[in-house]
C-alpha cells in the first residue's frame, strides 16, 4: 500500500534531497508511519493489484509517464499489465 501526496506550498524535501514544487504528487510507499507536512495533503491511499495467471491489469496514464517497463506513456493511453505477480500503480497511473 501506498499513500499518494499532493505538494500545496513549495518546500526542500530534507530526506529526498528534492525540491517539491505546488501540484507535485509523489507517493509513500509503506508499510510505514508518515506523519504528511503542513505543505503537502494526502490525496489518496493506493492499494496494490494481485495479477493472477492468465488475467491482465488494465491501466491508463493519467499525464505523459514512463511506465513500469520504463517504456514511454502517454496522457490518456491505456495498456494491460501481464505479469503476474502483485502490481502498485504508480502516481501517474
Partial sequence: MAVKLSVSQPFKDEENKIERSPGDEYLIYGPATYIP???ETIVEEVKGFVIKPNTALLVRAHR????SNKK????G???LIRKAGA???SVDE
Fill in 37 to 39: 507536512r503542513i505543505e
Fill in 64 to 67: 505523459d509517464t514512463k511506465d
Fill in 72 to 75: 514511454d506513456r502517454r496522457a
Fill in 77 to 79: 493511453e491505456r495498456w
Fill in 87 to 89: 502490481y502498485l500503480p
